[in-house]
């Protein structure tokens, strides 16, 4: 592609031509590694949810799955890591995050492209790793997506301890090496890549979730990282920074001494929890932008939507120990653990209220995109809800490791964040491929996703209050007599979501051939992305990349909803910020 | 080809964002060593409080390799001050870096010969780790600074010499956490 000469417009080399592998496989254009990313996720998805339609015919018939009481935590343990790192970190974050940022900065490519191809061909092998676990002597790791020691460290604690969780820890070394290498990528392209005139508190909101995850992603995956070297030597080189005195397996006491698990779970939580908020904030921020431009209206309280989502960062990395309140500690630090986790529901709070707000008074505009925002926002509330409950250290001892958690984890870091993957993919599918994906069959998969999801896990809820434990094979208690009934109606439940993602993936890989065309901007929306034609080119925009003259969601300004105003549309003379 | 063709930029924009750029890039990278670190020192706080800790001698080898890293932030401060003697300078620094990454081999050998993994000694197990995880990121001064030899560019010496002055006061830290604690 031949860029126009001169002045301050350069088109650069990097997308030139090129044949099929430099524009489609090894591509440095972040729409195509985004495009990757969220193909790769899909896939992965399709594992993750039969994972977890498997499990549950399991709980709903015993026995009748085919699932050994040994293999059901592989099962489980393999579910949680795929859906967690291998689909929402994927095509929330790594993809979407791809598709969105350059285009809302204005810019041309990522910071760094080469890094950038390189991240999504770090992460790829690592599915192949991850899934052919199932087919090695002992089958997939059975530690649970959180990888505790003893379990994970010594190789023949159980089935899953040997070659599944070598695998799993390699795999997960290179998921960690690409999300990192995509982290620095985000985080280099907001600060320094933003067209003129683009200042911070300019930036899109969903670009601002974006920049807060990663720089929160990047300063905590490092425990991780130090967590599982040190599992590493565990397992392979006789050290005993985890495993303590005395384990016997199989009746031999281990050589192992000295080590204390605990360690393990601070230095897992102090990623773990934070991850949460890595994968739940762009949904929210994706939220914003979404609702702003079908609501016609600025989302309420840009600024303090801002600083809240800096305070839940910084407040989301000293909470970690919620998690631990009954692996045992000094009652002073629970209380400590308690209290901040409760502090942090306030600025979470100003976030919700400000998407509510969004929506007070405004005549909206039902597309699918703007009901996967709205469903977002009652799963952020219900899941929201429950977290008050969990972070409070006594009552956690009740609900811990519960079905009362399982509820609510996947309030949030299943739907909100995949309500927020597939407002986000409506919203930006124009962008990519110059249609627009079907409405009527987006409504339906919204339905069919978003009901039955919000009924499974708020029953969830229901059967862990009555003492039902998670990663349990089978349950026969009397306690849990009560709530059994229900297992069944769970899993028809599940089978309805998973069967109405038939009607998402039909949409999606049609509509790119048969979709209705979209011109550069469908939405009447206001950031720079669409400014440029739908789809848009390789380097973003056919001739000068955009400046951006005023605020990012000009809806609505004279009380008039057909008015917008692009954020690259000249203002008076004198107003454009010469700064970047 | 790195991001200058991203964003349309006159020449002089050009470089200047792409250093902005490079020192983002640098300063997280330097946060995330921080909690990588701090992360292990915590382990070891932690760890030291068990029975089977027994502190192993510190290799006095280690004294002369610090001294030989401090060193090697010097000369690479003299390269950035004297741009007609950059390379030479900034050989020195590569050179006193080699030095100390042959000294850190030398004394790590040493050790894992005394069986440092066997699972009864965990300071000297923290050693290892600790020693070896340094030198990772030493590994990454050495590309960068070596980048910026090869290019001969000693303005753009600023985030290879924030890494490299890191990457030795993160040594000096893990001095300081082995031998005194
Ligand atoms: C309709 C879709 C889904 C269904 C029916 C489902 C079902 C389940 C069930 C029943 C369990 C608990 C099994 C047990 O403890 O015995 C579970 C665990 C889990 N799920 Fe899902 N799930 C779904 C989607 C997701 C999604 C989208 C995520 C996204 C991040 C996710 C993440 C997890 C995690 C992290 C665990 C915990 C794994 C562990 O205990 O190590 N799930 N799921
Ligand atoms: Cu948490």
């Known amino acids: 592609m031949e860029g126009p000469s001169g002045g301050l417009v350069r088109m650069s080399g990097t997308h030139a031509a090129g044949g099929f592998w430099t524009r489609y496989v090894f591509s440095r254009d972040h729409k195509v590694i985004g495009i990757q990313y969220i193909l790769t996720a899909m896939a992965m998805g399709l594992v993750g949810g039969a994972l977890a339609a498997w499990i549950r015919v399991q709980l709903a018939w015993p026995g009748s799955a085919g699932i050994s009481p040994e293999q059901y935590p592989s099962l489980v343990t393999m579910h949680g890591t795929l859906m967690i790192f291998f689909v929402v970190s994927l095509a929330l974050v790594s993809g979407l995050g791809n598709i969105i940022i350059p285009l809302q900065v204005g810019a041309r490519d990522m910071a760094y492209p080469f890094l950038n191809m390189l991240s999504f061909w770090t992460v790829l092998p690592a599915c192949p790793l991850m899934l052919a676990s199932f087919f090695v002597p002992g089958g997939a790791a059975a530690a649970g997506w959180t990888a505790y020691p003893p379990l994970s460290a010594l190789k023949g604690a159980i089935p899953g301890s040997g070659w599944g969780q070598s695998l799993w820890l390699l795999a997960m070394a290179l998921f960690i090496a690409s999300f990192t290498m995509g982290g620095l990528n985000f985080v280099a392209t907001i600060f320094n890549l933003r067209a003129r005139g683009l200042t911070m508190m300019r930036l899109p909101l969903a670009c601002w979730t974006y920049l807060v995850s990663s720089i929160l992603g990047l300063l905590s995956f490092p425990a991780l990282t130090a967590a599982a070297i040190m599992l590493l030597l565990d397992r392979h080189a006789g050290t005993s920074f985890f495993v303590p005195s005395g384990v016997v397996i199989a009746g031999q006491v281990q050589a192992h001494q000295g080590g204390t698990p605990l360690l393990f779970q601070h230095l897992f939580w102090f990623l773990g929890h934070p991850e949460v908020y890595v994968l739940v904030l762009p949904a929210l921020g994706i939220a914003f932008d979404v609702i702003a431009a079908f609501s016609r209206r600025p989302p309420h309280g840009y600024r303090i939507t801002v600083w809240s989502l800096i305070v839940v960062a910084v407040l989301g990395m000293v909470v970690w120990g919620h998690h631990m309140f009954t692996s045992g500690m000094n009652p002073y630090l629970g209380k400590y653990f308690s209290v901040v986790t409760l502090l942090i529901t306030l600025p979470f709070a100003a976030i919700g209220v400000n998407l509510v707000a969004s929506l007070w008074r405004a005549r909206l505009r039902w597309t699918p995109a703007m009901l996967w925002a709205l469903g977002l926002i009652s799963a952020v509330g219900t899941g929201g809800l429950g977290g008050v409950y969990l972070g409070n250290a006594t009552a956690d001892l009740h609900f811990h490791d519960s079905y009362f958690v399982v509820g609510h984890f996947h309030f949030m870091i299943g739907m909100v964040t995949l309500f927020g993957t597939f407002a986000g993919i409506f919203y930006w599918f124009p962008k990519l491929t110059g249609r627009l994906m079907n409405e009527r069959l987006g409504r339906l998969h919204f339905w069919l996703t978003s009901l039955p999801m919000f009924a499974l896990f708020f029953l969830m809820h229901l059967q862990g209050l009555r003492g039902m434990m998670r990663r349990y094979y089978e349950f026969s208690q009397d306690y849990v007599a009560p709530v059994l009934w229900l297992q069944p109606v769970l899993t028809v439940l599940a089978f309805v979501v998973f069967a109405s993602q038939a009607l998402f993936l039909i949409n999606f890989f049609r509509s790119p051939f048969r979709g209705e065309s979209a011109g550069p901007n469908p939405w009447n929306a206001t950031t720079l992305e669409w400014t440029t034609p739908s789809p848009a080119p390789h380097g973003n925009w056919p001739d000068e990349t955009p400046s951006a003259w005023r605020g990012p969601y000009e809806y609505s300004r004279n009380g008039n909803e057909s008015d917008f105003e692009l954020q690259s549309a000249p203002a008076a003379p004198g107003v454009l910020p010469s700064k970047r | ?181």
């Open chain 2, 1 to 181: 080809m790195g991001f200058m063709e991203s964003i349309d930029l006159s020449p002089g924009e050009e470089s200047r964002i792409r250093a902005d750029a490079n020192q983002t890039l640098v300063a997280i990278l330097m946060a995330m060593a921080a909690m990588l670190f701090a992360a292990f020192t915590a382990s070891y706080a932690i760890r030291r409080t068990s029975a089977d800790w027994i502190p192993v001698p510190f290799p006095s080898l280690l004294w002369l390799n610090t001294a030989l890293l401090i060193a090697s932030s010097g000369t690479l401060e003299l390269a950035r001050d004297r741009p007609v003697h950059a390379r030479r300078w900034l050989r020195a620094t590569l050179a006193l870096g080699l030095a100390f990454a042959a000294g850190q081999i030398l004394a790590w050998t040493e050790l894992a010969a005394a069986g440092a993994f066997s699972p009864g000694n965990p300071h000297r197990a923290f050693f290892l780790l600790l020693t070896a995880v340094h030198g990772a990121h030493l590994v990454g001064a050495f590309l960068a600074c070596g980048a910026a030899l090869g290019r001969s560019r000693s303005e753009r010496l600023g985030p290879c010499a924030a890494w490299w002055h890191f990457v030795g006061a993160l040594w000096v830290y893990v001095v300081i956490v082995l031998r005194f604690f």
